[in-house]
């Protein structure tokens, strides 16, 4: 078991997590209440990672964060942070490609919200912040649940995206797929299968985990189920 | 029983284009009961969301027990500060809270007050019950009581019976006419059922197409209607 790159693809999980999390709310609620100019054009920067092939985003996210690349240059010239074949690379690489799995559960949560229970917030004399914090983010929650659970076990499984912009350099870039995929190379079919169970489990374990997180805000009776 | 009525301190005068064309005309004393009276589609509701703030008028005023809640110049108090409450058609009660803390919203988060309200309503028993736990007539009860612990001086009612079935809502009635000698507040309630206006009316405002074609009394309106539109409308 490659503890090393074990520990690298669970702080790059998180890390995508906690990142993408207030983003994700921001930009899911905007799209789920707002019609404005060009939002068509933000749903298909949204969805783009999707339908791209991952070397694809991969490529040109090097290009982009590699020394001479504009976000890149910047990062290492104005925050003194390499990004190119970096944790700090990896972990921008992976915000950008989980965007549509944080975003859509999120929007959908938002979106099924009836209108007359925010109207019947204001006239309860709430405050917009106060409607937000108290009848739309615990009514958005599974969706919450759902986008960390994707986001979580899609970051535990990327393979094409993370090889293009960080490489295999152990205990930096080298997450647990690349380590299977290199002892699959290396014909350690039993090092690959440990490590593949070991994915398979977590994901597993997150999955239950965060279903039954989910049921706790009604109660176990009503509780909302990850979709 | 005669209630104590004063004299007119709510007076409303506004049109709207959108989401559909509406012209009214409101004036209410306090405590009196004006029912909007008419049928599907003709503006009640949007009338009743045009006094809470839910939407915006196109133009007019809204004079409230000496609050501006609108006026020409384009000030609007939005809902969230008005002294008003409503109740919604289908409730709108926040599947997320029990029943005590649905109420609870309305008055600061008081949890005695909120409990206060339900033994009132001989509810005690089911404060922490879930709203998809609750009968229609229960969640009917918790829109009220959330309604009135915001101790408001307008109370809008939206069609609160249609949602229950015909002996609840036979109940239902009787406990809202228990109720209104004790209110401290006016009330606007939407219907488009004649018996029920009958029950709870002190004024009647006949709505069709998005204008009032008349006002009065029950007696008023069933006496002397001013066309046969009204005549068709209320059916006599």
Partial sequence: MDWQSFWVTIKMALA???????FALILARIMARHEFYGKWLVEVLIILPLILPPTVIGYYMLILIGSNGVLGSFSETYLNVPLAFHMSGLVLASVIFNLPFAIYPIQRAFAAIESNLLEAGALCGLSRWQSFVKIELPLVWPGIVSALVLVFTHT????GIILMVGGSI??????????????????????ANTMSLFLLLISSTVIYCLGFLSRLQYGKKDGPHIV | MARRMGRTLFRADFVLTKPIALSASLSLKPREVAVLFGPSG???TTALRCLAGLIKPKSGSIE?????????SGFFLPARHRQVSMVF?????????KAWQNIALACSENEKVARDWLTRFSMSDLAEQYPKELSGGQKQRVALMRALARSPKLLLLDEPFSAVDSMTRKVLRQELIKLRDSLDCAVVLVTHDWEEARLLADKVYILSDGKILQTGTIQELENNPQSDQVSQIIGI
């Fill in chain 1, 16 to 22: 995508t997590c906690v990142i993408l999390l207030p």
């Fill in chain 1, 156 to 159: 535990l499984g990327e393979f």
């Fill in chain 1, 170 to 191: 152990p205990g930096e870039t080298r997450t647990l797929s690349i380590a299977i995929y290199d002892r699959v190379q290396a014909f350690d079919w039993n090092g």
């Fill in chain 2, 42 to 44: 003709s503006g009640k």
């Fill in chain 2, 64 to 72: 409230a027990f000496s609050t501006i809640w609108q006026d020409e």
């Fill in chain 2, 89 to 97: 058609q289908d409730y709108a009660l926040f599947p997320h809270l």
